[in-house]
């Protein structure tokens, strides 16, 4: 194991590298001004940055900076912008053409976490991308700009182990596939936005907090390809580059649209604290920068944008919700990391490596930015994507000699109705799962099975359809 991670390491040092950039929020009412934030920017290497709007003051500040920049059309916007092709021409007429190229405006993002939006946005996204693209290609700008949306993980279906991504179920044919099929064609990317921390936070007796934060560790196996993944949000990434392939767009690329670590959490925020965030992000940083891919997609070099640029203190939520940021509202470093080759040079992760768990088992995250799980418990469900022969199968095991306690779903049991498969096995698949203490692989079943980080009670329908049976019998394993 040592000599594979020697390996990793002096690969992790001598490759060609992806880019870093940074998102800029702006829900804050002490932020230094945009042309002071520019300033910021170049002072500290940064060559990227990403805004959630488009608004003015910030676009003509980044003129001439040679910052390229992404932009977002507000969730709120996309029933205009689906709806009436006109609107989206004068939106990038008046947001988008008025400023490049001074302004490098290299990609727009159509919404953010579109699928969790409580509006119910999602079915105006597609066709909104495609009039905003094609404004762009009226404006003659669709060559130089490209046009994306950000999801959060809490997308997939299947996150764990990562050669078992999948996206849910009821998103690929009204939404995932069209997507796709429009990235591929406009020779766009997937923007995805990722949180190992809310995978750590729900799951710190499970994960283990160098896993977390890219320190050394002896790895995690994925069982169904055979690779071996040092980091958290390695394989959180390959679940994304898995569901892609799992419907035949293995040539899609991606770029990280967010990722992040708090410095500062309310008491339950397991982790969040000013030396894991520098961890994190310090040590995420030489990830991309020295390159390398994922074990899954080796040679593709990421584009990752950090969130967040500063600590927003009118954010709601938890206290980690206003404490992303690498820098206070004044300018000054909240924690020191690099953010360029050179810079690297002299930086080292300060604090010695820490265990958090036992375990570098990986859960699946039901979240990005927006959704976390409030429980450091974990559950086991079938999935029923893998089909009721596999399902039965994977069920008599559990019951028999895998030990499960299957007395609930007999005939006139508590837990017997609904009289399926899938619920049969998800009660079955979840005790044999908590019998043996959550340990890694104990929730695989061949492909049947997934773990959810978020309490079962806490499901809607819309992600899995078992939702009550999950919260009255599984809950009970």
Sequence with gaps: IFFLTLIYNVYFFVADGGSIGVNYGRIADNLPSAVKVVQLLKSQGLSRVKVFDADPSVLRSLAGSGIKVTVDLPNEMLSSAAKKPSFAAAWVQRNVAAYHPATEIEAIAVGNEVFVDTHNTTKFLIQAMRNIHQALVKSNLHSAIKVSSPIALSALQNSYPSSAGSFRQELVEPVFRPMLEFLRETGSYLMV?????????????????????????????????????????????????????????????????????????????????????????????????????TPLRPKADLTVYLFALFNEDDKNGPTS??????????????????????????????????????????????????????????WCVASGEAGEEKLQAALD?????????????????ACFKPNTVEAHASFAFNSYYQRNERAGGSCYFGGAAYVVAQPPSAYSRLIHPLSRYLFVCCGKC
């Design 397 to 413: 095991f559990a019951c028999g000699e895998g030990g499960a306690d299957c007395r609930q779903i007999q005939p006139g049991a």
């Design 193 to 293: 936005n990722a949180y190992p921390f809310f995978a750590y936070e729900a799951n710190s007796d499970v994960i283990s907090l160098d896993y977390a934060l890219f320190r050394e560790n002896p790895g995690n196996v994925d069982a169904g390809n055979g690779l071996r993944y040092f980091s958290l949000f390695d394989a959180q990434i390959d679940a994304v580059f898995a569901a892609m392939s799992a419907l035949k767009f293995d040539d899609i690329e991606m770029v990280v649209s967010e990722t992040g670590w708090p410095s500062k959490g309310d008491g339950t925020e397991i982790g969040a604290s000013v030396a894991n965030a520098a961890a994190y992000n310090g040590n995420l940083v030489r990830r991309i920068l020295t390159g390398g891919g």
């Design 321 to 378: 919700e206003r404490n992303y940021g690498l820098f206070y509202p004044n300018e000054e470093k909240v924690y020191d990391i690099p953010f360029t080759s050179e810079g690297l040079k002299k930086y080292k992760d300060k604090r010695a490596p820490a265990t958090g768990g036992g375990h570098v088992t990986a859960p699946p995250v039901t979240g990005g930015g927006v959704s976390r799980s409030t429980t450091r418990n974990t």
